[in-house]
Structures are given as C-alpha cells and as structure tokens.
C-alpha cells in the first residue's frame, strides 16, 4: 500500500460520519484517506443499535440485509411506577424502526467510501494537529510503530465522542456534566422480550437523568442498556449498578446470558458554536450533532458526513479550501437539524428535571388520552383532561 | 457465589495525576469526551491522563464501570 504525504481531505475516523464523509468527498472529485485507530473498523461495538429509517436516504444509504437485524412496529415508554404508553414507529422519533449489526453497518459504510474511491488506513491513531500560522494544515499519525505527518487542504475530525481532534485545532467541544451521559449495556440472550418493541425506563429510580432501553436484537435476544447523566452520578460505576438492579427485576431477562458489554459516552447538548476553523471541520459526534433526547447520533452523522464531502469535494475540483467554502458546510447542517437539536436540548433540560411521581402523571395521561402521535396539541390535550395542575410546568417544554 | 476484590497493584496505573484499573477499565472513551481539558488520551489499548489535569472528578464520575480514581493519596475519596 502507497500511501501520499499530502489529500485534499483527510478523515479522523472510521465511524458512520467519518466513513459516509470520505465516501462523498471521494465521490466527488476529492484525493481523500480515512484514518482509523482501531485495527478493525466498526468494533468493539460502542451502541445500542437503534436507528430509525426516517432520515438515511439523505445520506444516500439504503437499508441493507447484512446489516439490519431486526424491524419493531413500535415503542413502549414506561414511567417510573410503570404506566406505559405505546407509540408506532412513525411517531417514535430517531431512535426505533430498526435494531441494526453496528460493526457490519460501520463496515459497509468504510466499503462504500473505498469503493468511491477513498484510502482507507487502520490502526492509524492521529495525536495532534498540524498548524501553520494558525491553520490546520495536516495531522500527526501513529501506524503500526510508526509515526509520520500527513498534510490535508483540510482535516475532518470524525472522532466521535471523544472529540479531540477539534480541540486540538482550537474549537470548544467541551462538554458539561448535564449533557454527558454515562453508558453501558449487556447484548443479553435467552430471554424473553417482545421483538416487536422497543422499550424505554424513565425515572430518577431507574436511570438518574437518562433513561434504560431494550432494543431487541431477534426473538430471544436484547441489548439492554442504560445511559445516566454524569451530573447525577453519587457513586462510582451508577451507570452499572443502576442497569444490573433493573436487570436483576425483570424475569424476562434476568437468567439471559451476555455476549457482549458495551460502555461508552454520549452528548446530550446543545450544537456548538462553532464546527468549522481554517482547515478543518468537525462531523458527527466530534461536532456534538447527537439529538439530546434520544441519544441517537447515527443517522445525523451520516446526514452531515454526505454535506460535509459534498462541500469538500467541491473545494477540490476548485482548489479552494478558504474558510469562506469550508462554511458552507457549517451553514449545511445547521439548516438540516440545528433547530430540533436545540428544541431537544431544552426538553431534555426539563424532562430531567421533573420528579418520579410527576413523569408517571405524565406518561399515565397520555397512554389513558390514546395519545399515538406526539405532537405538542395532543399532549397537552390529554394532560390538562386528567391533571390540568400539571399543564403549567409543561407548557414550557411543550 | 464468593467473590473477593481483586487488588492487584500491577493493574493499577497511577501516574500520581489519576489513577485507572486496567483490569475494569472497557476503553470505551467516555472519559477522554468529559474531560474538560483535553487531559486523557486513549489508544484502544492504553489510556494516559497528563499535566492539564485538574483533578475535577469528571472523568470518574462519567466511566460507567468506574475504572478511575483519584491518585493515591489524594484527598478526594468521595465524589464532588
Ligand atoms: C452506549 C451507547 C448507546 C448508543 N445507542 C445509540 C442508538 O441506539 N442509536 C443511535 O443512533 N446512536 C446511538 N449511540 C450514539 C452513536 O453510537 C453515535 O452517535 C455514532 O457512533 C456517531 O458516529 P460518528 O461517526 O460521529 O462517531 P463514532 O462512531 O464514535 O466514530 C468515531 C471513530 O473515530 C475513531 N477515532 C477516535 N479518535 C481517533 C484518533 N485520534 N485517530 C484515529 N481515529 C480515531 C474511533 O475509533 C471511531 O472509530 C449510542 C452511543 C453509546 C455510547
Ligand atoms: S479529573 Fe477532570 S481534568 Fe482530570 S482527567 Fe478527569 S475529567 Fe480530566
Ligand atoms: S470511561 Fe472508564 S471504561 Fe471508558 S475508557 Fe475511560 S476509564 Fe476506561
């Protein structure tokens, strides 16, 4: 394997925003490589495997067999004390509709950048950023014992959470303790879940500032996961002695047996401020784009990885990597989903606020009220029926 | 079952800035994301927390499985 010195466009990471962002740079006319610190792309699995169909033909992906394992017909959301209201898939938002193989989409995804016409290299582990005057002009590698610089017309950071890349290069990805949540699940099987549903657990006793989820994989096996707010973390490990309580509850899937554990963090925040500095731009998690109240962030990288190539591989057919073309980028995805993120951030702000008995209220008037579509009038319709106290904490957050 | 801690010095790494137990610890980066100043760095194999440090505890409450620690020593044994 050749590898150059110097892409129009080099990619930090092989994730789904990193791979569909090399995909349709390369696509589009753009010399690009794909850095990835992992040796195999897509694994250890860091995911629930929730996605939604809603939004992927935007990012020119189409469902695919070998990586789809299974499709739900809806979501239960359960309240603390255990009302349950029942949503259809059309309603549900980013998160149900299919529970997927991460590592084999992650892979197809990388497949489809190469097959574009992309250079793929793993257990590349990128330790800084190279600047000149300022600008990012390239980013220093560690390969397999070695270690080299690769200059880039401009670098993407498709980091994921970590999101490092950018802070080297000066962008504010900092995150407060509020909008990080702490994650973990079990991939449990032998148990007996409802394939047909996903299920979501709220409530301060279940999961502080988060919520519990089942996402069932096949007939009789489940990812059951758990994400806490790190804010409201009071010992170390709540996130698993929280999961592993509930587990223990439920005969369902306590006697299931684990193959696999996946931990990992996710950002419930607001959108940056900024995403884009000379030479460089942030996709995906890196740039904060996972919606705040789901915690799902699949499908929004994708979406920003194909604006971001787009626009990449049009400064290299012109040769103009300026701030001013990078920016289409940032005014990009900020049309596409800054404004639901925002919205998202703040209902998540309230919903983690509000107390067992009051979400119980509030999950018990709407599954009574029939409430399939989740729109603001029919909430506060069914609310202000059985518990119109209630309405005034919600119409802020409605 | 009977099941006793395992303290193994060797697991622990502690470089007197944080301190992570190998042997619990999943790689999973949900520390190097919190850090509010960029202190921790993670290979998939090796984690190492440096100098910027500041000892705010976000990391630790952050890890689901609660591989980090203060250093030994340290006068935070408890969360903030
Ligand atoms: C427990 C958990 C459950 C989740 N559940 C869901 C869910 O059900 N549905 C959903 O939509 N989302 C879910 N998410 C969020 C989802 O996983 C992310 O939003 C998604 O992975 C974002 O993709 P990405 O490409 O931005 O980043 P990632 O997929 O994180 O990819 C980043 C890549 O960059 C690589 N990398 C990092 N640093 C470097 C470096 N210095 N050099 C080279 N390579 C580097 C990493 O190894 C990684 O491969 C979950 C997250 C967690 C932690
Ligand atoms: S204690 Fe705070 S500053 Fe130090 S590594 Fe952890 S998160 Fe970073
Ligand atoms: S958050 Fe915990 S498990 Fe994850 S990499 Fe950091 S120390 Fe390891």
């Known amino acids: ?398 | 079952m009977l099941r006793e801690q395992i303290v193994s010095p060797e697991a622990i790494i502690d470089n007197g800035i944080m301190a992570i137990d190998t042997a619990v610890c999943m790689h999973c980066g949900a520390c190097v994301g919190a850090c509010p100043t960029n202190a921790i760095f993670l290979t998939e194999v090796l984690i190492t927390f440096d100098e910027n440090c500041t000892q705010c505890g976000l990391c630790v409450k952050a890890c689901p499985v609660g591989a980090i620690d203060y250093p030994r020593g340290h006068k935070l044994t408890k969360l903030r």
């Open chain 1, 1 to 398: 394997m050749e590898f150059r010195d110097r892409y129009d466009v080099v990619v930090v990471g092989a994730g789904p925003g990193g791979s569909v962002t090399a995909r349709f740079a390369a696509l589009n006319g753009a010399r690009t490589l794909l850095l990835e610190k992992r040796q195999d792309i897509g694994s250890p699995v860091r995911c629930g495997e929730g996605l939604s169909k809603a939004h992927l033909h935007e990012a020119g992906i189409k469902v695919d067999k070998r990586w789809l394992a299974n499709e739900v017909e809806g979501a239960h959301i359960i309240s603390p004390s255990g009302y349950r209201l029942t949503i259809s898939e059309k309603h549900a938002g980013n998160e149900v509709g299919m529970v997927i193989e991460r590592d084999i989409f992650d892979k197809v995804q990388a497949f489809e950048a190469a097959k574009a016409g992309a250079e793929i290299m793993v257990k590349a582990t990128v330790t800084d950023v190279i600047k000149e005057n300022g600008d990012v002009i390239g980013v220093r590698v560690d390969h397999f014992g070695e270690r080299f610089n690769v200059k880039a017309g401009c670098v993407v950071a498709a980091d994921g959470f970590e999101s490092q890349v950018g802070r080297w290069a000066g962008l504010n990805t900092r995150l407060k303790g509020g909008d990080i949540m702490s994650g973990l699940q079990y991939r449990l099987t032998g148990v007996e879940v409802d394939p047909a549903y996903c299920e979501f657990y709220l409530g301060n006793s279940v999961a502080p500032g988060g919520y519990l989820w089942y996402f069932p994989k096949s007939e009789d096996t489940v990812n059951v996961g758990i994400g806490v707010m790190a804010k409201r973390v009071k010992e170390k490990a709540d996130a698993k002695t929280y999961l592993d309580r509930f587990i223990e509850k439920d005969p369902r899937v306590r006697k299931g047996k684990p193959l696999d554990w996946v931990a990992g963090g996710v950002s419930t925040s607001p959108p940056l401020e900024r995403t884009v500095a000379p030479g460089i731009m942030l996709v995906g998690d890196a740039a904060r784009q996972i919606d705040p109240i789901t915690g799902g962030g699949i499908a929004n990288a994708c979406r920003s990885g194909r604006i971001a190539g787009e626009v990449l591989g049009e400064a290299a057919q012109a040769g103009d990597f300026s701030l001013s073309q990078l920016m289409k980028y940032e005014k990009g995805w900020r049309a596409l989903m800054e404004n639901r993120l925002y919205r998202n951030w703040l209902a998540k702000e309230k919903l983690a606020k509000l107390s067992d008995e009051t979400l119980d209220k509030l999950i018990d008037s709407l599954a009574d009220a029939g409430v399939e579509k989740l729109s603001v009038l029919a909430i506060l319709h069914a609310v202000q029926k059985k518990y119109p106290e209630l309405v005034k904490d919600f119409q802020e957050l409605l």
